[in-house]
């Protein structure tokens, strides 16, 4: 089979089908699947509908208020999901069979990363200021399905953040990333496109996110390094990303590279700078604390703690 051009060429709907038609991916598929739904949505909705057995700690920062509440965003949003369903699709586009054994760890990874943010989320849940926004019909699907307890650390920038490291990871293991530059270039600015927007539709706080790369650095510290976590927060909030590399140089004229074409939102560079040195600043601080810590998520735990009151 012929390989995408773009990742955002491949039809997510074929990659879950062939990720369960496939024997040899099947029973990580079924697994994955019951990772999500119990540790993301029963156990957001147990809580949701009894209350009191876990505390919930609003977590939201004064600087959140620099950043605007931007509805557009909502699509990019969405792709959260999509996203890694997507890198998937391209491998095996790509490489068919002999990439079996990558795409099936990857998706025995997935569930193991929402498993590993769970033991947060069961000790204490974490909620942020969420405009009741309906007037799209997509808000109303978040509304509908995400009870919004679920804050730090940021499962949609930890998932995002493992899907680009693994991708590379992965193409650099078929020794491909040279000729797929282009798509690791994609792949990197669609996580950092759907981090934006978890903050302009309000999804999260920026504090959200420090507690997410921490978090990366406890899940997969090899691959995603303390140095890896700080590059992602200085390219946070740029206005124009980069071009594509690709192994001649230039775009080819129908290359479209969507998460790029996300509206562009200018925040004042000052305000920028405040919010990303704040980023950087709890996630050392997370760091310097978990190095003493008998449980990786203890120093998520004690900031969140005293912000919290029974559900």
Not at 52 to 76: C, E, M, N, Q
Not at 142 to 149: G, K, R
Not at 180 to 199: C, F, R, S
Request: aromatic share 14%.
């Amino acid at each position: 089979m012929k390989s995408a051009s773009s990742v955002y060429d491949v039809s997510t709907a074929y990659t879950i089908v062939k990720s369960i038609s496939v024997s040899f991916l099947r029973p990580a598929a079924i697994r994955c699947i019951g990772s999500i739904i119990y540790n993301f949505f029963l156990r957001q909705y147990r809580a949701a509908l009894l209350p009191g057995s876990v505390p919930v700690s609003k977590v939201d920062h004064p600087l959140d208020l620099k950043i605007p509440f931007i509805p557009s965003w909502v699509t990019i949003y969405l792709d959260f999901v999509t996203y890694w369903i997507r890198m998937l699709g391209f491998l095996f586009h790509t490489y068919r069979h002999r990439a079996y054994n990558e795409i099936r760890e990857f998706i025995i990874s997935i569930g193991r990363l929402y498993a590993f943010a769970a033991e947060t989320y069961q000790k204490n849940f974490s909620t942020t200021d969420r405009p009741f926004y309906i007037a799209r019909p997509r808000f109303f699907v978040i509304h509908l399905f995400d009870p919004h307890l679920m804050c730090v650390p940021s499962l949609h920038v930890m998932v995002v953040i493992w899907t680009y490291i693994r991708f590379e990871s992965i193409l650099r293991s078929f020794n491909d990333t040279g000729r797929y530059a282009a798509q690791i270039e994609e792949m990197k600015q669609g996580a950092l496109a759907i981090t934006h927007a978890i903050l302009f539709v309000k999804q999260h706080s920026i504090n959200c996110i420090a507690a997410a790369l921490y978090a990366m650095t406890c899940f997969a510290g090899e691959q995603f390094p303390p140095e890896k976590a700080e590059t992602f927060i200085n390219l946070l909030f740029r206005e124009t990303p980069p071009a594509a590399p690709i192994q001649t140089g230039r775009l080819p004229a129908n290359y479209k590279v969507r998460p790029w074409a996300a509206p562009r939102t200018k925040i004042p560079a000052a305000d920028a700078s405040i919010i990303k040195t704040h980023i950087t600043s709890l996630f050392r601080c997370f760091l310097e604390e978990g190095k003493t810590a008998r449980k990786w998520e203890e120093p998520l735990l004690n900031f969140i703690r005293p912000l919290a009151k029974k559900h």
